[in-house]
Structures are given as structure tokens and as C-alpha cells.
């Protein structure tokens, strides 16, 4: 591509964005105040807590002990905060709250994975979940309450989209897994950190909530609080092209695309979203994402949903799709949910597949399903949440 053909991409791209976050800005959070008058302090970024703080009369050093306690030693209250004068305590509790979403539902399946039903202020709820390793984990956040995408094999895509979750909602969800696992003050080398990756790949699409999501990564990545590495964060999109782009540029972090099909007629029926940004678009963004490299491959999920896209030519049109690319394909045997019209591939057929893409060359894993017993699996995450009608 030239100069002048990037020109126009970067023309083009920045009006869809604009275009983007003006259509989903209806879906705005709640805003951050308590009935009480009192502010929420999660979920502000470092120069918004110094301007809240400096609001009350405290000095610029104030910021820096508060958010140490919030995000560091994972203080809810004022009075624990031990560096700090008894009077100022006070006078912070008077004027700000630090809160959690209130886990509503938690259940551990059979083999340990852990979802909760986070409930937040104004009543709405998300699903998150945590999927445990031998001695890590992923926490798997949700972005939005409900979806706008509709994606044929998702159960989130039942759900119609509520409303965008904030910048402290976002956040929150790991914070309050990180206190049902005590994982407060961060370990310093003496253990091994359990919740220790986060993935966006909850309920809604992280791109259509780009500025909070890209606010609470910032928050969760700043190394004088949850200090957790760009490295350690996924991002999942289904495809919103022109904010991956600036999501590269923006955060670097990891990047997973729910692919599910090779061929526009297919993704167009059951990724809905293909039929505004088609394969060829998206491949194109894959090129460009700025983080991609042979040390951090993008991701490719691929739920295999039988006699649907799984045959060996679909396995063979996905390597020629991705050649080129620093990829790997997660390969997801489908997880049924309530009133699902698919079946999971077989055995013999997700196998198959594999080994083509593996023969390419291409890490081609078939992801274990985790927590089906509780619906906390790939695809199964759903509230009852509904959008509030004029």
C-alpha cells in the first residue's frame, strides 16, 4: 500500500470510528455518582483521582497513596488505608466511595472454573469467569451487558444489547474474582500470581465499548497498582475493523479474532458483523495490527459447529487465509447452551482439521471446554438483563 492508499484507509477509518462511538455513546454507563453525592474513585484514570482529590483540598502526593491502596492492596475502605491520617480518611469516606460490583451468583464447576454474576448499581448484570490453570488463570471479562452482534452460535447474541459497561465495571470484575481468590496485596515473587491474565472475550464486543474498555486496560496495566502486563491481556473482537486499528496503535495488546467461518457467504449468516467488515477487511486489519509478531501471534478462534465449517477444505482455505501472518487458531468444539440450533463437531472431524492447519505449520489447539456444567463455557455467558424501555 502507498502513501496516498494509506492516507485514504486512515481517512476512512477515522470517520467509521467516529461513526462508531457516536452510535454506541446511547449505551453509556450510569454515571459514577451515588445518590449521596458521594464519587466513585474506581475506574478514574491517575489525573482524574488527583483532580477529585484536589477538588476536597489534598495535595498531588494524595493520588498517588490512594490509588496504591485501591489497586494494589485492594482497599474498599477509607479506615484501612494505614498511610494515610485518621481526619483525611474521614474526609475521604465524606466524599468518595470505592466499590465493587456485588457478585450476585458464583458458582465453581466440576473442574474449578469459576463464574460469577456480577450485579451493578443500577440493577443490570454481566458474567465473568475464571478459568484456572496449574499455577495461573485467565479471567474471562465482560464488556457490555448483553450484545449487538447477534453471532448465529453465541448464547450472549440471544441477549439484546443493554447497555456498555464503565471504565470501574470493567475493572471491578477482576478485582472482585481477585477477592474471592485473597489475592490481595498482589503476591511479589513468592508465589505464583492465580489470576494472572485477563481476556476480553465476555459478554459483548470490547470495540463497540472501545473507551471504556481502552480506559480500564490502562487502569489494570499501570504498574503501580494491578500491574498486569499488555503481554497478559487479550482483546477478542469479532471483527469491528476500524477500531482494531486503533486499538494497535492505542493499547498493544494481545489480539484474538472470532473468526468461525472462511467464507463470506457462511460468516455473513452466522457473524452478522462479516456482512459490514467482510474477510477480506478484516484480514487486512490482521496485517496492520501493530502488536502482531512471531513472540505475540494473533489469535484465531474457530468454534467448530458440525457439518457446518469443519471440513478439510474449510481447514485449508483458513491456512490460506492466515499465511503470512504471526497466527495460531484455537480451535473450539462448540458448547451447546438452551434452544442452540448446532451440534459440536466430531471428534474425528475437529481432529482433522487440526492436523491440516498444524501441518502448515500453524499452533492449531483444540481448546478443553471449561465449565459447561454451570454455562460458564465459550459462547454460554447470558443474563437476564434487559434494556429499559422509554
Not at 81 to 93: D, R
Not at 268 to 287: H, Q, S, T
Not at 363 to 378: E, F, H, K, Y
Request: contains cysteine; positive net charge.
Amino acid at each position: 500500500m502507498n502513501a496516498i492508499d494509506r492516507a485514504v484507509v486512515a481517512d476512512l477509518t477515522e470517520a467509521e470510528r467516529t461513526r462508531i462511538l457516536a452510535k454506541t455513546a446511547r449505551f453509556a454507563p450510569p454515571p459514577a455518582v451515588l445518590a449521596d453525592g458521594r464519587r466513585e474513585l474506581v475506574g478514574l484514570s491517575r489525573d482524574e483521582l488527583a483532580a477529585v482529590l484536589a477538588d476536597v483540598g489534598e495535595a498531588a502526593f494524595r493520588a498517588k497513596q490512594v490509588w496504591h491502596w485501591i489497586y494494589h492492596q485492594g482497599a474498599t475502605d477509607f479506615t484501612k488505608m494505614s498511610t494515610i491520617a485518621k481526619p483525611t480518611q474521614a474526609k475521604l469516606a465524606e466524599h468518595f466511595v470505592i466499590g465493587r460490583p456485588e457478585a450476585a451468583v458464583v458458582q465453581t464447576s466440576t473442574d474449578n472454573t469459576r463464574k460469577f454474576l456480577f450485579r451493578f448499581r443500577d440493577g443490570q448484570e454481566a458474567e465473568t469467569v475464571y478459568i484456572p490453570e496449574e499455577d495461573r488463570g485467565a479471567v474471562c471479562i465482560s464488556s457490555q451487558v448483553g450484545c449487538t452482534l447477534s453471532c448465529r452460535f453465541c448464547h450472549t447474541g440471544t441477549q439484546t444489547l443493554v447497555r456498555n459497561l464503565g471504565a470501574a465495571e470493567i475493572v471491578g470484575q477482576f478485582m472482585g474474582a481477585r477477592d474471592s481468590y485473597g489475592e490481595w496485596p498482589s503476591p511479589r515473587g513468592e508465589s505464583p500470581r492465580l489470576l494472572s491474565n485477563i481476556v476480553l472475550m465476555g459478554m459483548g464486543e470490547p470495540l463497540y465499548n472501545y473507551e471504556n474498555v481502552a480506559k480500564a486496560m490502562r487502569i489494570v496495566m499501570d504498574g503501580e497498582g494491578i500491574g498486569i502486563s499488555r503481554r497478559r491481556i487479550t482483546l477478542s473482537t469479532s471483527g469491528v475493523v476500524p477500531m482494531m486499528d486503533r486499538a494497535g496503535e492505542e493499547l498493544g495488546v494481545n489480539l484474538a479474532v472470532s473468526l468461525h467461518a472462511v467464507r463470506d457467504d457462511l460468516r455473513d449468516e452466522i457473524v452478522p458483523l462479516n456482512r459490514k467488515y467482510p474477510i477480506k477487511d478484516l484480514m487486512a486489519a490482521c496485517r496492520r495490527y501493530p502488536a502482531a509478531s512471531n513472540a505475540r501471534r494473533i489469535t484465531f478462534e474457530y468454534i467448530m459447529l458440525k457439518g457446518i465449517n469443519d471440513t478439510p477444505e474449510d481447514a485449508r482455505e483458513l491456512v490460506r487465509l492466515i499465511t503470512g501472518l504471526p497466527a495460531k487458531v484455537n480451535l473450539i468444539p462448540f458448547n451447546p447452551w438452551p434452544g442452540s440450533p448446532y451440534e459440536t463437531s466430531t471428534s474425528a472431524a475437529i481432529n482433522k482439521f487440526s492436523n491440516i492447519v498444524m501441518d502448515a505449520g500453524f499452533s492449531s489447539p483444540v481448546r478443553a471446554p471449561r465449565g459447561r456444567d454451570i454455562l460458564a463455557a465459550c459462547g454460554q455467558l447470558r443474563t437476564e438483563s434487559q434494556r429499559t424501555r422509554a
